[in-house]
């Protein structure tokens, strides 16, 4: 079964898009997300649009701010304090990577907590580990959602998260934990990866190196779940597992593109309105 993020992501947008029209009718406007991009990397140019379109797909206004990378850290500051207290604000994004004289952890933390949609800031992290109230970041709630739309059963199961970022390994894990997953995570240092990944029955790769996993290296019948998102040499788009070849092998496999990454910016959306739901419920 090839588990496609992007007939996922399309049918929650219709939801999202009917969800957007009561909040509209219920509140007198619409979620706002604000996205702040340095720089013109053209990647994350492309994010930025594609994040953009997805909004206006569902009926959420977005406004991209766009500054040059030269722009200093105490200038972004500013613009973050002034977004954080404006009421017709309900999400922000700082889109990453930032320019090399910007302290990122310092900028992450001055999005006030209840708007940060991409779930970064030190205290929403704290709330994903402590189980408490907080904003989930959205590739590892887009992973989830995938499982449980294939009908993978995760409690009970072995699973491998291969990479341990801040942004999709650790909080994966922490997610399939929550879920009652026997969690391994394995990274750089890990000595023989293939013994460890063919131990999973729930394979989460995040690693950014193309077609890493191969054949041998996963356990037939597992379920994967491929996160990266990188060019090969010939700059075509690739995954971290050698799809061709996992592929016959495995019960469950997301391809890339049209896997992770779709469902990454439908929960963004979804944190989006979230951000809003909490602004309007404490009217
Ligand atoms: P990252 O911060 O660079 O982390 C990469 C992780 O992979 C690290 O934990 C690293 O281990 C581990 N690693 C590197 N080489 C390895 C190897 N040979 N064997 C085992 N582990 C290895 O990257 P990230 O931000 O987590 O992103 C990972 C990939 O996912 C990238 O391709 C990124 O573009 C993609 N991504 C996709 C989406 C999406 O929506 N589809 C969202 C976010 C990220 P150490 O900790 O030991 O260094």
Redesign the pocket.
Known sequence: MILSGKELAARRKVEMAVQVQELERAYGRVPHLAVILLGDDAGSVSYVTGKARNASEVGIRSTTIRKPSTTSEQELLELLDTLNEDTEVDGILVQLPLPPHIDTDKVISRIRVEKDVDGFHPLNVAALWQNTKGLTPC?PR?IIRLLDEAGVEIAGKRAVV????M???LPVSKLLLDRNATVTI?????VD?GAVTREADILVV????PK?ITADMVKPGAVVID????RDANNKLSG?VDFTNVEPLVSVITPVPGG??PM?ICCLLENTIDTFLFTHASL
């Not at 394995?186 to 890990?190: E, G, L, Q, R």
Request: aromatic share 0%; no cysteine; hydrophobic share 40%.
């Open positions: 590739t887009g291969v990479g341990r970022s942004i999709v390994g394995a990274h750089s240092k890990t990866l995040a690693i950014g190196r890493l996160v990266g998102v990188t971290d992770v990454g990454t």
